[in-house]
C-alpha cells in the first residue's frame, strides 16, 4: 500500500560527489515537495513542483536542484554533496485544490533517505 | 511570513494518562489548515489530525482531539489515554488555503518527542 517511494532509506556519499535522491507517487498527484529533516529544526522545504518541467524554491534551496520530467517522479539533485548536507531527505506530494468540500489538503510522505556526507 | 511554534521539545507521559502537546503559529491570513503529525521511529510521517480554520468545532479522531483557538492563534493536541505505540516526534504544520492559487506549501513547527513510559 506504499503510494510514495524514496529510492533509498540509507545512502553515504563523499564528499563533491554527486548525489540523486529520488521519489516516485502513485497517486497522480500534480504536487510534489523535497524536505530537509534536522533534529531541533523540524522539516524544511527545499524545493517543490506543481507540475512536470516546473519547480520552485523553498526555503532552503542553496547546493540543491530538482528535475521532474514525468509526473510521477521527482528527484532531488546534490551537485557536489558536502558534510552540511548530510540529513534526513523527506519527499512528499499532494493533490491540487479543486473544491473545498472536496480537497485532501494534507501531504502523503514517503518513508526518508538518510544521507550520510563523508 | 507564516511561522510555526512547538515550545516543548519533550514531553512524557504514563500509559493510559492524557497529555497535550502545544502549538501556536503566526499568520495573517483568515482561511488555512493546520495538521498534527506522527513521525514514528520507522520515519514514515503519518497524519494523525487536521483542522479546517473555517471551522469552528474542534477536530477529533479516536483518542486525539485538538484545542483550535483561531484568536489565539493556537493549536494543541490532546492525546487520550496514552498507549505505547503513540510514543514518536510529533510535528504541528500549517498550510494556506490554496482557494485562488496561493501557495500549496506545508509548514512544520520544529517537533516535539514524546515517550510513553508503561
Known amino acids: 500500500d506504499v503510494k510514495v517511494t524514496q529510492s533509498s532509506r540509507y545512502l553515504v556519499k563523499r564528499t563533491g560527489e554527486k548525489v540523486f535522491l529520488e521519489c516516485v507517487q502513485d497517486?497522480?498527484?500534480?504536487?510534489m515537495f523535497w524536505y530537509r529533516q534536522d533534529p531541533g529544526l523540524g522539516l524544511r522545504l527545499i524545493y517543490f513542483s506543481y507540475d512536470v518541467k516546473m519547480k520552485e524554491k523553498g526555503d532552503i534551496p542553496e547546493g540543491y536542484s530538482v528535475s521532474r520530467e514525468k509526473k510521477e517522479r521527482f528527484s532531488l539533485i546534490l551537485e557536489s554533496a558536502s558534510t552540511n548536507q548530510t540529513s534526513m531527505y523527506l519527499c512528499a506530494s499532494s493533490a491540487p485544490y479543486r473544491d473545498r468540500g472536496l480537497y485532501s489538503p494534507g501531504y502523503t510522505f514517503g518513508s526518508g533517505t538518510r544521507l550520510t556526507v563523508v | 511570513a507564516q511561522t510555526v511554534t512547538q515550545s516543548q521539545p519533550e514531553m512524557s507521559v504514563q500509559e493510559a494518562e492524557t497529555v497535550t502537546l502545544s502549538c501556536t503559529y503566526d499568520?495573517?491570513?483568515?482561511?488555512?489548515?493546520l495538521f498534527w503529525y506522527k513521525q514514528p521511529p520507522s520515519r514514515q510521517m503519518i497524519l494523525v489530525i487536521r483542522?479546517?480554520?473555517?471551522?469552528?468545532q474542534n477536530a477529533t479522531e479516536n483518542r486525539f482531539s485538538v484545542n483550535f483557538q483561531k484568536a489565539a492563534k493556537s493549536f494543541s493536541l490532546k492525546i487520550s489515554d496514552s498507549q505505547l505505540g503513540d510514543a514518536a516526534m510529533y510535528f504541528c504544520a500549517y498550510r494556506t488555503d490554496p482557494y485562488g492559487g496561493a501557495t500549496n506549501k506545508l509548514i512544520f513547527g520544529t517537533g516535539t518527542l514524546l515517550a510513553v513510559q508503561p
Open positions: 497517486m497522480d498527484h500534480e504536487n
Open positions: 499568520t495573517s491570513e483568515s482561511d488555512y489548515y
Open positions: 483542522q479546517e480554520a473555517y471551522k469552528q
